[in-house]
């Protein structure tokens, strides 16, 4: 007789907690319900993890289920599970990590329409008013301009996520008759533009009918295991995925696709689409219904594939025969908020739990899965070299060549150093580039111009000889707070003053870089005024659609030159792109983060495998300050085992991840005094595990507590902690030490665990 039941809350308390079960509920709850609960002066929406006849708390002290959500499916026993370790994993609640298993609308009941709000009167009188407003109601301007410039009608949840404002100016716009509401069930065109792609069933090429063999024989076999398929950018292996899929479909079990956001388009989704008409789409530009909807078949068995971002890995599926990581270095794989958990190693425990067989995709593996699929490579291991658990091995699979006509792009480098600067001002296009443009145009080819945005960081560097200045300990360039006029070395809290010439070469004084694709746009204006230019970036990019047209027209050849950031730079297939540009080919290598040369090597390798993808050979062109950095050079040569070897060897010596396991533990308050007691004394017991060991070797490093990068978010003061643990083994032993310190979490200050961190940030 059910009386009690468990139910897991997205706190984060690393509990359940027990309501008794109304006498109208008995017998109806099941493992994986949605319920609301009371939860001390509110209610929550939770999920029923246990049901009990007995409870040890008396049933006197226990509060009673409110309500339950009949309309939603419950959570299948597959997905319970992998939560539950899952938040082991990562030190969060299960609560916390079951909310990453349910689309957004359903965590709050299921809603069949969602609010929006639609203009009230007409366009250009809401424009002045906006403007007219501008100053002494900021809040409802920017709210008008956000339904001006999303189009009307729009979902309220859209104006709040563009303005980051509370609902209350759209209400009193609603009053004072500006906007109106209403609800929409908003269909996505987004699916309707899938389906429009085509894929061609090509005959697979040697490579890849040894890929897919190798696949389908494992699956044949109880714990098919994981596979690393490494292949150049166009080795095809989308045709790979499809096949396997195809036998996977064939035997009726169900397939998750994980692409990195960034380059969940349509064009990728219809590839998929155009072959098994009936798969599910779960992205974050969807919908809150679309999605629901797209879920809800999922849950009820009426599709069985999903092809998603990084939250599809929770697609309620059952009986699930394979698992696809696409891009699988992508760091967007990793949540960067509780649950903080890592797409690619949970597709191995999910695979894993559901004897599915997992496939990791790409041109340029990340290192930890590269180590993995080496055969003698030692992923984590203790410093006598103990091999970890087998468990962890990947199989090889290689696709050397490109598939069909396109071949490999021509890559050279550009020395930036001997560019003389323009007007005083440093030159963004070299001449060698700038010829090169003229005469693609001339030949009516297009050009694609890249600037790597996101690696800009407030270093400094030198524009003589192009270096960064470097931690001395840490090799990882120092952060230039420029309130302090110090730079300081985010890993180990080294500090200096700014140099008054560049400690390597002494000849110029270190400066800070930035720089825009606004300003490439502009150069390249004036340069070739009569190319058809479009610029793609976060700034550009603010519709919904705006990303497809501007896509769209660049296939259609609308467009000769398309500048823009990392936007552009994945998974695009473009044949008629003979020419590839980068501005500067290392801004990502001064960023303060130990996978810089890592990133850097993978964009670049990406952002070239845009060339020649059809009949004409591709050309690409990187500028550069230091062309004799091992991630630029071995980018050129299309060395990927080249730089992984070099890599590796960096990383063994300095003992940084695949050679560690980090955790990062960060602590944020608006009072600097009381987050920095905090994170000293987190660092505690850590230390003394350090020292325990000491004499023989050890296990485990503690770096910091030192401020973060970004040592103040939204008037938050923000501490680290990093630890580096050397083994598995230690990693267990540590896990207590971690856990507790995920218990500490209150709201001030915020404490937050970061188990295998991509980001130092
Ligand atoms: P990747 O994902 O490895 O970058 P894709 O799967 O996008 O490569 O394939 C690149 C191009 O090669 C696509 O246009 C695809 O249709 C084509 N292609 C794939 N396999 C073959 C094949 N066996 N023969 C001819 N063309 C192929
Ligand atoms: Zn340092």
Known sequence: MQRFASVALNLPLRREFTYGIPQAMRGRLELGSRVKVPFGKRTMIGVVVGLDAESEVPASKLKDIVSHFTEIPPLPACILEFTRLMAGEYACSWGSALEAALPGSLKRGASRTLPAVQLARDEEETRLHADEIEEKLAKQSRCLRAVLDLGSPVLVQDVLRRTGLSRSPIDTLVKKGWLAKLRLTQEDDFLEQSRLEHAPRHDLTEAQEGAVRKVLDALATPHPGTFLLHGVTGSGKTEVY?????????????????????????????????????????????????????????????????????????????????????????????????????????????????????????????????????????????????????????????????????????????????EKPLRGRPRLLSHRLENLMAEKLRLGEQIILFLNRRGLAPVLFCNACGETIKCGHCDIPMTWHSGRGRLICHYCMEEMRRPELCPSCHVSPPVHIGSGTEKVEDQVKRRFPDAVVARMDSDTMTKRDSYEKVLGAFRKRDIDILIGTQMIAKGLDFPEVTLVGVISADIGLFLPDFRASERCFQLLSQVAGRAGRGEREGLVLFQTLCPEAEPVMRAVAGDYEGFVTSELEARRKLRYPPYARLIRIIVESPDSELAWRKITELAKPFRAACRSQEGGTADLAVLGPAPAPLARIRGRYRFHLVLKVFSQESFALLRPLFLDAADESGRNPKVLIDVDSVSML
């Open 242 to 418: 499809l096949r396997i899929l195809e036998e996977v479909h064939a035997l009726g079990r169900g397939a998750i696709i994980l692409v990195p956001e960034i380059s969940l388009t349509p064009q990728t989704v219809g590839r998929f689409l155009s072959r098994f008409p009936d798969v599910a789409v779960l992205h974050s530009s969807l919908t809150d219904a679309t999605r629901a909807r797209q879920w809800l078949r999922l849950a009820r068995g009426e599709v069985k594939i999903v092809v998603g971002a990084r939250s599809a890995l929770f697609a309620p599926i059952q009986d699930l025969g394979l698992i696809v990581v696409d891009e699988e270095h992508e760091q967007s794989f990793k949540q960067q908020n509780t649950p903080r958990y890592h797409a690619r190693d949970m597709a191995v425990l999910r695979g894993r739990l559901a004897h599915a067989a997992v496939i990791m995709g790409s041109a340029t593996p990340s290192l930890e899965s590269w180590v993995r699929a080496k055969r003698g490579a030692r992923p984590v291991t203790s410093a006598d070299g103990k091999e970890s658990s087998a468990k962890e091995t990947y199989q090889l699979l290689e696709l050397p060549l490109r598939a069909g006509a396109g071949r490999m792009p021509h890559i050279m480098a550009v020395d930036m150093r001997h």
